[in-house]
């Protein structure tokens, strides 16, 4: 039976009004008149689980504000091996790094099914240079970006640490908000993000559920996720 490829749908034009009320997105410091012009040429398009958002090393041609779902951020070695470097969640941004660049660093491939504005390369970097409000919630967003990836290899890669600790950890940092759903990945991506194997993230995994730490909820590989008891998870996170 042949697969069917991911769907990407233009939803049409994207409301940044509705962003500029939210705390947590990237152009919630910049005035509802400033956006009047901004909002005009950005569109809304959601992405099916697999879907490529952008891909390594092509031209950079947009940012992408991640307004629902998560998107994990891959590069690739010479090889074709897969390395997840990051993972973006709401309020986001994905080709960040890239934006004042000529390639893309990273592929962005949605986790689940996404919804993400568009906003064209050059029309973003017009407004950035207009509007000091967002060059501070930028650079914050770049501090931000560091401490994560510092932390992704401090916490999470390999070293010493008890595979079922790290996965606390992953679980942790996979959470939606302040509450208890949590994106559920794939075994191998999470085994490739912890440096493990498929096989011992899947025991974890079995391990948790039985525990009462973790709840298989959805249905397909789109809408799935976990409900996690965070208490246990953070005490787990401490251990080893």
């Not at 998107?71 to 790094?97: C, N, Q, S, T, W």
């Not at 060059?135 to 914050?140: D, E, I, P, S, V």
Request: net charge neutral; charged share 25%.
């Amino acid at each position: 039976m042949s697969k069917h490829p991911p769907q990407v749908r233009c939803q049409g034009r994207s409301n940044c009004f509705a962003c500029a009320l939210r705390q947590d997105m990237v152009c919630s410091d910049v005035t509802l008149e400033d956006l009047v012009d901004f909002h005009a040429g950005i569109d809304d398009f959601d992405y099916g689980h697999g879907a490529t958002i952008f891909g390594m090393g092509v031209p950079t041609e947009a940012v992408y504000c991640i307004r629902a779902g998560a998107v994990k951020m891959v590069r690739y070695d010479p090889a074709g091996g897969e390395h997840i470097v990051r993972v973006l969640k709401v309020g986001d941004v994905a080709g960040f790094e890239s934006a004042f660049a000529d390639h893309y660093e990273h592929a962005a491939v949605a986790v689940g099914d996404v919804r993400a504005c568009r906003i064209p390369i050059a029309y973003f970097r017009r407004f950035v240079a207009q509007h000091s409000a967002l060059q501070a919630r930028l650079f914050q967003k770049s501090q931000d970006a560091l401490r994560e990836a510092e932390a992704w290899l401090s916490e999470l890669v390999g070293g010493t640490t008890p595979a079922r600790t790290r996965m606390a950890r992953l679980l942790l940092r996979l959470r939606v908000g302040s509450g208890d759903r949590i994106h559920r990945f794939s075994v191998d991506d999470m085994a490739a993000i912890i440096g493990s194997t498929p096989e011992t993230v899947s025991r974890i995994v079995s391990e948790f559920v039985r525990q009462g730490f973790l709840v298989k909820s959805g249905s397909g590989a789109a809408s799935r996720h976990f409900r996690g008891d965070i208490a246990a998870l953070e005490k787990i996170s401490q251990e080893g």
